[in-house]
Nanobody, 121 residues
Framework: QLQASGGGLVQSGGSLRLSCTAD????????LGWLRQVPGQEREAFAC????????YYVDSTKGRFTVSRDNAENTVYLQMNSLKPEDTAVYYC????????????????WGEGTQVTVSS
């Protein structure tokens, strides 16, 4: 079971760092994606890091502001979010994929509980 944590309320321009941990699940074997969902909208896969951490992917709206990293020894993946905007408000999830990174949320095999991020203007 994966678990995303670290969400909260932050002002526009602020920063948050989310963590993804797993209980009884070795994250190091999987590509790890970060996804978010706004009520009434489809879930968006916006960032991903490969198994060894050598490669990361971001959608355009998060490039230069968000950074994914991982510490396989700690079985944790991080999402550093800077310069947050009100449109980043969503429930954030981490998800694992055994075949690699994907921009399609349906490709991810295992999901965790989300964490709410709210950015006020």
């Amino acid at each position: 079971q994966l678990q995303a944590s670290g969400g909260g309320l932050v002002q526009s321009g602020g920063s948050l760092r989310l963590s993804c941990t797993a209980d009884g699940f070795t994250l190091g074997y999987y590509a790890l994606g970060w996804l978010r969902q706004v009520p009434g909208q489809e879930r968006e896969a916006f960032a991903c890091i490969t198994t060894g951490g050598q490669t990361t992917y971001y959608v355009d709206s998060t490039k230069g502001r968000f950074t994914v990293s991982r510490d396989n020894a700690e079985n944790t993946v991080y999402l550093q979010m800077n310069s947050l905007k009100p449109e980043d408000t969503a429930v954030y999830y981490c998800a694992a994929d055994s075949t690699g990174c994907s921009d399609n949320y349906l490709a991810y095999d295992w999901w965790g509980e989300g964490t709410q991020v709210t950015v006020s203007s």
